[in-house]
């Protein structure tokens, strides 16, 4: 949707979906937001973080998508949680979720140092406080104290397949934690499958999946596979 001006107006795209995800600040986010396209734009142009294919592509593919996990669970946007970002990339969801959601102390967790590199910078940038930067893979990260047990939810958008990321986090989570993988509705079906033939050792969870959400502009179909340790 172009607005008199001719560019994208996401306030107008994105506040239906804002209110159902339970989005403290609404206005807000658009700000903050608005001011990572402008990070991400110059950074991508020096490093390849993530597609960017146009402003409304930001707002819809990344904005909007990250956000469809307080559509699935507006329960949990309630609760103070601590929630690791499994292969946070250039930061969607985790940038995001800690602008939708200050009382979450987010942990934005990537092997790949350019992109910790850069979702450090953006979150400084744009005063996040509550979200923090672990450079470093989930598997060696289960093996420290520090981290073992640490969060009570784990979520991955765009990377891995389910057994794969629980059998290398699996340390990672608290007892009764959540886990919240971000799918397709082709991907959960292929997923859940597997998880019901070929469980991952020593894991018996009830893996389930959400409604089907749609994207604004019918940018595509979302849903969340999901499981209490």
Same mark, same amino acid.
């Given at each position: 949707?172009?607005?008199?001006?001719?560019?994208? !107006?996401?306030?107008?795209?994105?506040?239906?979906?804002?209110?159902?995800?339970?989005?403290?600040?609404?206005? @807000?986010?658009?700000?903050?937001?608005?001011?990572?396209?402008?990070?991400?734009?110059?950074?991508?142009?020096?490093?390849?973080?993530?597609?960017? !294919?146009?402003?409304?592509?930001?707002?819809?593919?990344?904005?909007? !998508?990250?956000?469809?996990?307080?559509?699935?669970?507006?329960?949990?946007?309630?609760?103070?949680?601590?929630?690791?970002?499994? *292969?946070?990339?250039? *930061?969607?969801?985790?940038?995001?979720?800690? @602008?939708?959601?200050?009382?979450?102390?987010?942990?934005?967790?990537?092997?790949? *140092?350019?992109?910790?590199?850069?979702?450090?910078?953006?979150?400084?940038?744009?005063?996040?406080?509550?979200?923090?930067?672990?450079?470093?893979?989930?598997?060696? @990260?289960?093996?420290?104290? @520090?981290?073992?047990?640490?969060? !009570?939810?784990?979520?991955?958008?765009?990377?891995?397949?389910?057994?794969?990321?629980?059998?290398?986090?699996?340390?990672?989570?608290?007892?009764?934690?959540?886990?919240?993988?971000?799918?397709?509705?082709?991907?959960?079906?292929?997923?859940?499958?597997?998880?019901?033939?070929?469980?991952?050792? *020593?894991?018996?969870?009830?893996?389930?999946?959400?409604?089907?959400? /749609?994207?604004?502009? /019918?940018?595509?179909?979302?849903?969340?596979?999901?499981?209490?340790?």
């Amino acid at each position: 949707m172009e607005n008199a001006a001719g560019s994208f !107006d996401p306030k107008s795209k994105l506040a239906v979906l804002a209110k159902r995800a339970k989005v403290h600040d609404f206005d @807000m986010l658009i700000e903050k937001c608005t001011q990572l396209y402008q990070i991400l734009c110059i950074a991508n142009e020096q490093v390849n973080l993530t597609r960017i !294919d146009s402003e409304e592509g930001f707002w819809i593919k990344h904005v909007a !998508d990250s956000l469809m996990l307080g559509v699935a669970f507006p329960d949990l946007t309630k609760v103070r949680l601590r929630v690791g970002d499994i *292969g946070c990339g250039a *930061g969607f969801p985790s940038l995001v979720l800690a @602008m939708a959601y200050p009382n979450w102390q987010i942990s934005a967790i990537d092997s790949v *140092g350019k992109k910790t590199a850069f979702v450090e910078s953006a979150a400084v940038g744009l005063e996040l406080k509550n979200l923090e930067v672990i450079n470093g893979r989930t598997r060696e @990260m289960g093996h420290k104290a @520090m981290y073992q047990k640490k969060f !009570d939810l784990l979520t991955a958008r765009a990377v891995g397949v389910i057994p794969t990321i629980y059998a290398d986090a699996r340390r990672l989570i608290a007892d009764h934690g959540r886990w919240i993988f971000y799918k397709t509705p082709e991907q959960a079906a292929q997923e859940l499958e597997t998880l019901r033939n070929n469980p991952p050792p *020593g894991a018996r969870l009830r893996w389930q999946a959400t409604a089907v959400e /749609e994207l604004p502009d /019918e940018a595509g179909s979302r849903l969340f596979v999901h499981a209490r340790s």
